[in-house]
């Protein structure tokens, strides 16, 4: 049987990226997924791929910087499934609109990370947790960033977010923890993503290259900064997820984990 058959799972952010991966991969192994993306069109994309699969997924419309929206996806998400067993607080941002043109922060750019990255994972974890309290069951999974883990210089405002989602996630694993309810963190380092993408197009801004294409620029950073030298994917933290949304981890509360391929150690 499937690690997450008969289980529901809402993954925020998962019209592409990280949180597609999660999709993918919690629908393989059996779980009912609501896919829920500020963008409705990606997030029925989303869900249209995991029902081609053979899975069951909704697609719900949802800004978790707006505490009346979150609220709405606990609704939609019940009025779907009928009830929640897994929370994934997966929507991220790297800043304002159009960050990745600008060579340094602006303050637009940390109000706008720490709304989505920080206030994004408040919003919905308390918009659930009366629902998984009374259930006396769940799982929350956050995911922050290998960034999160050590300052970034240019990146300050997205590296202090994702210290900020690593704390978050432990306050929550403490408040929660006597519901039976377990929150962890997972700390992805290098994937290519619509994200990374942005990152790497920013970096070429900067440095003035025209020579060298945006995943060189990934792929020149991975090697220099990961010592097993591959890239994760969204299917990797998608399996990493997975174990923590099963029974095999019903002991683990707390916890930030790496999935970085050694770029980070500890």
């Not at 029925?44 to 707006?66: I, N, Y």
């Not at 750019?109 to 408040?122: R, S």
């Not at 629902?131 to 006396?136: A, K, T, V």
């Not at 923590?244 to 019903?250: G, M, T, V």
Request: proline share 3%; charged share 20%.
């Amino acid at each position: 049987m499937p690690e997450l058959d008969g289980r529901t799972a809402v993954i925020t952010g998962a019209g592409s990226g990280i949180g597609r991966g999660i999709a993918l991969v919690f629908a393989e192994r059996g779980a009912e997924v609501v896919v829920a993306d500020i963008d409705p069109a990606a997030a029925e994309s989303v869900a249209d791929e995991v029902r081609a699969l053979g899975g069951t997924a909704h697609a719900v419309q949802a800004d978790v910087t707006e505490r009346e929206s979150t609220d709405g996806l606990l609704t939609a998400s019940l009025e779907a499934c009928g009830r929640i067993d897994i929370l994934v607080n997966n929507a991220g941002v790297g800043g304002a609109p159009g960050w990745w043109e600008r060579s340094s922060p602006t303050p637009e750019d940390w109000e706008a990370t720490y709304d989505v990255n920080v206030i994004g994972i408040v919003n919905v974890t308390s918009s659930f947790q009366d629902h998984l309290q009374e259930r006396r069951a769940g799982r929350v999974i956050n995911i922050a960033s290998a960034a999160g883990r050590r300052g970034a210089g240019g990146f300050a405002h997205y590296s202090a977010s994702k210290a900020a989602a690593i704390n978050v996630s432990q306050g929550f694993a403490l408040q929660l923890a006597g519901h039976n309810v377990n929150v962890n963190c997972i700390c992805p380092g290098l994937l290519w993503t619509p994200l990374w993408e942005k990152i790497a197009e920013r970096d070429l801004i900067k440095s003035g290259e025209t020579a060298q294409t945006g995943r060189q620029v990934f792929d020149e950073r991975l090697e220099r900064s990961t010592p097993l030298g591959r890239e994760q994917t969204p299917e990797d933290v998608g399996k990493l997820a997975a174990f923590l949304a099963s029974d095999r981890a019903k002991n683990v509360t707390g916890q930030s984990i790496n999935l970085n391929g050694g770029s980070y150690v500890n």
